[in-house]
């Protein structure tokens, strides 16, 4: 389904405009700042991140961040736990036009015990060009994509 309004190829897509037709079309928007609109999801009443969000500029590009958790696999080094990852979702991303565009450990700190690391986070981002006319198909396909992998 397209988002409101017309596009040229010579125009780039207006980030705000983009930003409302993503709303009007029954998106939850987690943050836009710039040139991305992260795209929220529901955990029960919270309001969260999703790890899909859209790039806007001279072309329209989808990101999907899956990652795994380091309290799942406490045995295991980052490469293994990256190729985890992979190995749960690359053909699936694949298939729809995705490619790994990025791979990286992070520590998740505690909000309030400064240097206390609560978690490490082994996350894969995917990402993909679209047309606007593909947009929310993508999108829905990408917010119900499993983003965490336990196992």
């Known amino acids: ?20 037709a993503l709303v009007d079309a029954g998106f939850e928007i987690y943050r836009a700042d710039g ?14 991140e999703s790890g899909v969000s859209l790039v806007t500029g001279s072309e329209l590009q989808i990101t999907v961040c899956v990652r795994t958790q380091r309290t799942d696999h406490p045995g295991d080094d980052a490469a293994t736990m990256l190729d985890r990852v992979r190995s749960a979702v690359a053909a699936t991303v694949a298939e729809r036009g995705f490619a790994e565009s990025a791979a990286e450990s992070r520590d998740i700190m505690h909000p309030s015990e400064q240097g206390n690391v609560l978690d490490v986070w082994h996350e894969v981002t995917f990402s993909r060009q679209v047309e606007e006319e593909q947009l929310h198909d993508h999108l829905r ?9 336990t196992s």
């Not at 040139?35 to 969260?48: D, K």
């Not at 396909?141 to 992998?149: E, F, G, I, K, S």
Request: hydrophobic share 45%; aromatic share 2%; glycine share 4%.
């Open 141 to 149: 396909w990408a917010l119900a994509l499993p983003r965490c992998v």
């Open 35 to 48: 040139g991305s609109i992260v795209l929220a999801e529901r955990v029960r009443m919270h309001l969260m």
């Open 1 to 20: 389904m397209p988002v409101s309004g017309s596009q040229t190829n010579n125009d780039a897509p207006d980030a705000e405009r983009l930003r409302q």
